[in-house]
């Protein structure tokens, strides 16, 4: 068994329709998705079986979501100080590119070589994996599902199940390929693989990273949660911890956490709590005898506070990493997380992202939507997904010579073709002789409909229109009416 | 201007002319359902617990050595690390002293640099005590001390765990509440709901990911 | 959506909207109501349009069609194009002006008046006044029929298996399919049978379905099968956006099975047009 060292990430290819199409091509990956989102569907409704007790519970974690958003500035400043009274670092930086700058000064400093990874998603905004490996310091993940799509040159597919496309053949045939071990496709044996692994990583490295569930500002304790224990072996084992999380993570009080808590792991997994709750108010004191020397938290922006200037887009900061949205969601459960080729997929990727990288490069995952409101319905903190999916459609098709910028990159999909249309739309629906007009045309004429419409005959039959309008039979039907 | 000036200002301007929100904690959202007969509460532990493979007994406070001796037996563990500095790891010192020919004692007495090698390759089993337990969620309460370092109940393939019965609570809101976690929380706490596990390959859940693949819990009925 | 009644400052954090309380209905049926055709129904599925305006009949309710009516603006709205949707919404609200029920034979048509007319408005309050107004005497058909008419269906037709799909923001904004499994149970002859992954969206979209035909594709095509897995003769909805989603996919594959507005069928079932 040779263990990996670095290990680079293949880039992303083509743009979301074409990955789209490839994707649903795949009958392997159509049907480890639909699988995988059918039983985390299922355990989430079995976890939540009362509907009166769900919804209230939501309605409280989205207010307190919010209520850390309405004072998050101050928040923030309570965290570091109550963080920095315990003794941890805090950094704070606005672009991921900073972010890496930051970690990288602590690796140096520590003079790290090898550096052991915990879940976190925001090192993945950061492509720390990548930036670490291009200076030559190995930094290797540590949960299964990370580890395996590492292994193969992937990107996570799922922001909790970052394997969910691979099923058990497939990661047999990496860990024999990759790792020099016998085949096997019995699960509990690869899981001991990686276990004998990473549990040599985890004895070597000189440097932990892990995300943050929850800072709470009021006593300083950055709260992670895993099933795992390689949250708390990345955390406690190296000499150093760093923990890189987004500015929106804090919440005011501890208490705060508990109906956050029992959302998140019921969301995400239809579990009552993850087997390990860690929370981490500092580093090992003079006389412990464990825990890491050091603690950093590297507070992130990376477009969160532009999210964060309107009001209807701050919403997207409610966002406590449950996956529910994608796992609800029929175009994710089709099409997969890799399609959206960006870090976070899904739902919230597509109301995340364009604020991390600016809409012009996601220009078409507003519309990757059919608004069904699955997303919406099941989000634990109540973000109206649905709306903002919407409102960034606005923005999408704004002029570019608008005068309210509210977001970068915004107006990438305006045509003024598309603009004439709607404004063609817009008048004849609302000019009642126009209207009646083009109903006459359309049901007399009906037999010229053609039979290639574009995309819509990709799938359908040309639709035609019936030979009387509702209008007209509405009239005749009322002036029967009127005689008798 | 440093980063945190321009993200703090950004946020600030966001804000400006709002009030922050209300806070209307409604705390009967986290109690009300959670809540159990005291009778009941070693059952909903047990029922949660269970369900993700951990193993439980009941004994006491007074024949729990025994009953461990006897579990390490069946386990046919070679060696049992403790924490020489606790109450309960002085009762399994006095214990073995008693009865020859049990599984070897190790202390973590010392801080983890010197013996790094030794806890990962060759300490088979812990013994910590906790803090209590939460009903609703089936999960041991863990602050790891001087005494009772955090690796304890991490690094060892099997983690054994005192619990009296007595302090078992409703829920994690009572926890935090009744123990005053705000006014001041360790270096590091815990919650430990069952043995390390995974799901990461095709949702096939599977024991002993990264941290124990047993956890057993001795509770103490009588205390 | 309603989470804009927001008094306070506009860049205030926003919190939920409180729980929705359950919808009250009045007690008696009204005298009359307006018909909200919908420009789908209008178009593509008159038929379906006029067996609503006999159901009501039927129930001794004088049914208003303004024959200046159009659209609900809802294409324009959810393809980001606003203005031009507040432009055909505003079109729409002095010809529904009287203070009587409008009801509406297609869910997310009723959903966009009833849920989104007021996003439209949120800046013009005299507006906003009128569209609240308004939203609280909309209905869906089958909402109206089942809680204001208190229809008693006698079923005439042949046993039949039927499966119901309902719009997804109309169900989840409206709590269509309640409404409409409640009126079919009514009804002796007809077994109504799940399909797999019923909650699930058809694909339809709106301009989703031409935005992304091949998602919206992959999306029809399980429905369509999952609905032929049903052993249904016959598919449901009490939308035509769907409708002519699912119509138009099985058409194009061949298939026999069709859907039918369910206004048509409670119509026919019932010994309309006899």
């Known amino acids: 068994m040779s263990a990996p060292t670095l290990i680079p990430t293949v880039e992303v290819q083509d743009d979301f329709r074409t990955r789209a199409h490839k994707a649903l091509g795949d009958a392997q990956l159509r049907n480890n998705f639909r699988s995988a989102m059918d039983s985390l569907m299922t355990k989430r409704a079995v976890a939540f079986s009362d509907a009166h007790e769900r919804e209230h519970l939501r309605a409280l974690g989205n207010a307190i979501r919010a209520r850390a958003l309405s004072k998050l500035p101050d928040l923030l400043e309570q965290l570091e100080q109550n963080l920095t009274r315990n003794g941890v670092k805090v950094h704070w930086a606005e672009t991921v590119d900073e972010a890496n700058d930051l970690v990288l000064s602590i690796i140096r400093a520590h003079e790290a070589r090898q550096v052991i990874k915990g879940k976190s998603m925001v090192s993945e905004e950061m492509e720390m994996n990548h930036v670490l490996a291009e200076q030559g310091i190995e930094c290797l993940e540590s949960d299964m599902g990370e580890f395996i799509v590492q292994l193969d040159h992937e990107k996570p597919s799922h922001i909790i199940m970052p394997a969910i496309h691979k099923n058990a053949g497939q990661v047999a045939s990496l860990f024999h390929d990759k790792l020099g071990v016998e085949y096997t496709k019995d699960v509990d044996q690869l899981i001991q693989i990686g276990r004998k692994v990473l549990r040599q990583k985890f004895f070597e490295a000189d440097i932990g990273v892990s995300g943050v569930n929850f800072a709470v500002a009021e006593t300083g304790t950055l709260l992670l949660v895993e099933n795992e224990g390689n949250g708390r072996m990345s955390t406690t084992v190296p000499p150093v911890h760093i923990a890189v999380t987004g500015i929106e993570k804090v919440v005011e009080n501890l208490r705060d956490v508990v109906p956050l808590l029992s959302l998140l792991t019921r969301s995400a997994l239809g579990q009552p709590i993850t087997t390990y709750v860690n929370m981490i108010s500092g580093p090992r004191k003079a006389h412990e005898l464990d825990g890491p020397q050091e603690v950093h938290l590297v507070l992130l922006d990376n477009g969160r506070s532009q999210a964060f200037a309107d009001s209807e887009l701050r919403q997207t900061l409610n966002c406590i990493r449950c996956g529910a949205c994608m796992n609800h969601c029929p175009v994710y459960t089709r099409i997969g997380g890799h399609a959206y080729g960006e870090v976070y997929p899904g739902p919230i990727g597509k109301i995340i992202t364009p604020h991390m990288v600016g809409l012009a490069k996601v220009p078409d995952h507003p519309s990757a939507s059919s608004l069904c409101g699955a997303c919406g319905e099941v989000c634990p903190v109540k973000i109206p997904i649905p709306s903002l999916l919407r409102r960034l459609r606005e923005e999408n098709v704004k002029a570019p010579d608008s005068p309210n910028q509210v977001m970068r990159g915004q107006g990438s999909k305006y045509s003024r073709k598309e603009r004439f249309i709607w404004n063609a739309w817009a008048r004849l629906n609302s000019s009642p002789a126009l209207y009646r007009l083009f109903g006459f045309f359309a049901t007399r004429l009906r037999n010229l409909t053609p039979s290639n419409i574009g995309p819509w005959t990709q799938n359908h039959s040309a639709p035609k229109p019936a030979a009387r309008s509702l209008h007209d039979l509405a009239r005749a039907h009322q002036g029967k009416q009127g005689d008798q | ?223 | 959506m309603s989470e804009l009644f927001y008094n306070a400052v506009p860049n205030t954090t926003r919190v939920a909207p409180p729980l929705p309380e359950p919808r009250q209905y009045p007690s008696e049926k009204p005298a009359r109501v307006y018909l909200f055709g919908t420009c789908v129904v209008d178009l593509f599925y008159p038929e379906a349009g006029m067996d609503a305006i006999h159901l009501l009949e039927r129930e001794g309710i004088r049914v208003e069609y303004p024959q200046e009516q159009s659209c609900c603006g809802q294409p324009a709205y959810t393809s980001g194009y606003t203005e031009q949707a507040r432009q055909v919404a505003r079109s729409q609200l002095a010809l529904f002006a009287g203070d009587f029920p409008v009801v509406v034979p297609s869910g997310s048509c009723a959903g966009m008046i009833r849920e989104h007319y007021a996003d439209l408005f949120k800046d013009e309050p005299a507006t906003l006044q009128q569209v609240q107004a308004l939203a609280a005497r909309t209905y869906e058909l089958a909402e109206f029929l089942l809680n204001v008419c208190k229809v008693q269906f006698k079923d005439s037709g042949e046993p039949v298996k039927v499966a119901l799909h309902t719009s997804c923001s109309a169900r989840r904004e409206m709590n269509t399919h309640l409404h409409g499994r409640a009126l079919l149970a009514q009804l002796g002859n007809v077994e109504r049978v799940e399909h797999n992954h019923e909650s699930e969206c058809c694909g339809f979209g709106g301009t989703f379905s031409v935005r992304m035909p091949d998602i919206s594709g992959a999306m029809v095509a399980d429905k369509t099968r999952a609905l032929k897995e049903s052993g249904a003769h016959q598919v449901l909805s009490a939308d035509c956006g769907c409708l002519m989603n699912i119509n138009g996919a099985l058409e194009k594959q061949r298939e026999t099975l069709r859907g039918l507005h369910l206004a048509s069928f409670l119509w026919q079932r019932t010994g309309g047009g006899q």
Do not use: C
Not at chain 2, 41 to 60: N, S, Y
Not at chain 2, 90 to 119: F, I, M, N, S, T
């Open chain 2, 1 to 223: 201007m440093s980063a945190k000036q321009n993200i703090l200002g950004k946020l600030r301007k966001s804000l400006s002319g709002t009030t922050p929100l209300a806070d209307n904690f409604d705390e009967a959202l986290v109690t009300e359902p959670w809540s159990y007969p005291p009778e009941q509460r070693i059952a909903q532990l047990r029922k949660l617990m269970e369900a993700v493979h951990t193993e439980l007994h009941l004994t006491t406070g007074q024949a729990w050595p025994q009953l461990l001796a006897q579990l390490l037996r069946e386990r046919q563990l070679p060696s049992l690390l403790i924490a020489p500095g606790t109450p309960h790891g002085q009762r399994v010192v006095e214990y073995w002293q008693q009865h020859p020919g049990l599984p070897a004692l190790k202390a973590y007495d010392r801080p983890v640099e010197e013996w790094k090698a030794e806890l990962f390759n060759d300490t088979p089993a812990s013994l910590t005590g906790t803090l209590g337990a939460i009903a609703a969620t089936g999960s041991l309460i863990v602050w790891p001390t001087r005494e009772e370092p955090r690796l304890m109940s991490l690094v060892p393939p099997v983690h054994f765990a005192l619990l009296k019965a007595s302090e078992i609570l409703d829920n994690f809101y009572q926890v935090q509440q009744q123990h005053k976690w705000a006014e001041g929380m360790p270096t590091n706490a815990l919650l430990i709901s069952g043995p390390s596990k995974t799901a990461d390959i095709e949702q096939v859940l599977a024991y002993g990911a990264h941290g124990p693949k047993d956890l057993v819990v001795l509770i103490l009925e009588d205390q």
